[in-house]
T-cell receptor
Framework: ETGVTQTPRHLVMGMTNKKSLKCEQH?????MYWYKQSAKKPLELMFV???????ENNSVPSRFSPECPNSSHLFLHLHTLQPEDSALYLC?????????????FGPGTRLTVL | RKEVEQDPGPFNVPEGATVAFNCTYS??????FFWYRQDCRKEPKLLMS???SGNEDGRFTAQLNRASQYISLLIRDSKLSDSATYLC??????????????FGRGTQLTVWP
């Protein structure tokens, strides 16, 4: 399935590096999301974009900076990360149909911060 | 209190067994409910939505009890391919038009031959 794609699939970076994660959805959806999944913890919502506008920032540190140039693309810019930021970062999209909205996830980027 | 709580697991069952997972949610205003499946090192994928009347999809049956704020998933005749982590997911309606999902930690299932 290629409805939601993410690149890179794996990323190793030092604490002083700057990198970006990319997400693209081919489903014609209007909403896009970034989630963080750490070991032994539930998925944590980070950011929500609806029609390119950020509608939610779930108290995410400023070292994570999202960008949504259009409804199909979503970026997560990373800088001066900490080792505890190592996790699986998942992008999702949905049609935006209210409370019955179904989200479709990309394969994720597995990030390791050294 | 966590929004969504699940059985800690892991569950290890033989092929052909019936296994049940439980989940509770804290917000009585929650509107919609789902079970997602996540394979090892893969993304979560929707398994089924959960409706008030209960619903069945092949070997999978989901139940919702709004009064007790409790959701269940029953898997009959387990297959090796059912081995995965099962995530209980709740949409917490806060007046938003968007689906705001809350995920449980997941319950790991291993089906052995």
């Amino acid at each position: 399935e290629t409805g939601v794609t993410q690149t890179p699939r794996h990323l190793v970076m030092g604490m002083t590096n700057k990198k970006s994660l990319k997400c693209e959805q081919h489903l014609g959806h209007n909403a896009m999301y970034w989630y963080k999944q750490s070991a032994k913890k539930p998925l944590e919502l980070m950011f929500v974009y609806n029609f390119k506008e950020q509608t939610e920032n779930n108290s995410v540190p400023s070292r994570f900076s999202p960008e949504c140039p259009n409804s199909s693309h979503l970026f997560l810019h990373l800088h001066t990360l900490q080792p505890e930021d190592s996790a699986l970062y998942l992008c999702a999209s949905s049609q935006n149909q209210g409370t019955t909205d179904t989200q479709y996830f990309g394969p994720g980027t597995r990030l390791t911060v050294l | 209190r966590k929004e969504v709580e699940q059985d800690p697991g892991p569950f290890n069952v033989p092929e052909g067994a019936t296994v049940a997972f439980n989940c509770t949610y804290s917000n009585s205003a929650s509107q919609s409910f789902f079970w997602y499946r996540q394979d090892c090192r893969k993304e979560p994928k929707l398994l089924m939505s959960v409706y008030s009347s209960g619903n069945e999809d092949g070997r999978f049956t989901a139940q919702l009890n709004r009064a007790s704020q409790y959701i269940s998933l029953l898997i009959r005749d387990s297959k090796l391919s059912d081995s995965a982590t099962y995530l209980c997911v709740v949409n917490n309606d806060r007046g938003s038009t968007l689906g705001r999902l809350y995920f449980g930690r997941g319950t790991q299932l291993t089906v052995w031959p």
